[in-house]
């Protein structure tokens, strides 16, 4: 069956990094896409960004554009996603999600990894 | 960016009564909206796509309608197990954007 598995929580300082895992089994890697999207309390659901998981080419939201990166491990069907520069607003719990297409829906979500910014 | 607003925000019903919650869109998206069901500690799961498609396993009860800028998602019949809360998506454009969610109550 489909699996999205994320790394666990992380408690990070202003000003940190913070990278999540999202190990995919159950399907072929290589044929979908993988969103990342945040949830807070105050901004809901977010739309973070989007990489293609056969070639590795990433599309960001401007919001955050110089401070995310996603890459992908085709070796290990894996998925990361960094965050720079984490500020207290950062504070959500992030999924890994998958999609068919690189605009579409989102047909599987990871259980979800829990980012707590706090000095 | 497309802004979705949901409405009502919360709602409480009844076992067996016929839910409506809709999604509207700020500018047209034709039929690229999905509904998702969050329960408490979950994470979301899909029940509708391309606006009224219904995902495979989800129960008939689920029914999704409109296009351009109004959609509805209805619940035919609420069950115990649909308390959750419910959030419209849209895919029309970058960066896809998610409604603020329906929180859905039983009596």
């Known amino acids: 069956q489909v699996q999205l598995v994320q790394s666990g929580a992380e408690v990070r300082k202003p000003g940190a990094s913070v990278k999540v895992s999202c190990k995919a089994s159950g399907y072929s890697f290589t044929r979908y896409y993988i969103y990342w999207v945040r949830q807070t309390p105050g901004q809901g659901l977010e739309w973070m960004g989007i990489?293609?998981?056969?070639?590795?080419?990433?599309s960001y939201a401007q919001k955050f554009q110089g401070r995310v990166t996603m890459t992908r491990d085709t070796s290990t069907s894996t998925v990361y996603m960094e965050l720079n520069r984490l500020r207290s607003e950062d504070t959500a719990v992030y999924y890994c999600a998958r999609s068919p297409w690189p605009i579409y829906y989102v047909d599987f979500w990871g259980q979800g990894t829990l980012v707590t910014v706090s000095s | 960016a497309i802004q979705l607003t949901q409405s009502p925000p919360s709602l409480s019903a009844s076992i067996g009564d016929t839910v409506t919650i809709t999604c509207r869109a700020n500018q047209g998206i034709s039929l690229a909206l999905a509904w998702y069901q969050q329960k408490p500690g979950q994470s979301p799961e899909l029940l509708v796509y391309?606006?009224?498609s219904l995902q495979s396993g989800v129960p008939s009860r689920f029914s999704g309608s409109g296009s351009g800028t109004e959609f509805t998602l209805t619940i035919s019949g609420l069950q115990p197990e649909d308390c959750g809360t419910y959030y419209c998506q849209q895919f029309n454009s970058y960066p896809l954007t998610f409604g603020g969610g329906t929180k859905v109550e039983i009596k």
């Open positions: 990489i293609n998981c056969s070639g590795g080419s990433t």
């Open positions: 391309d606006a009224s």
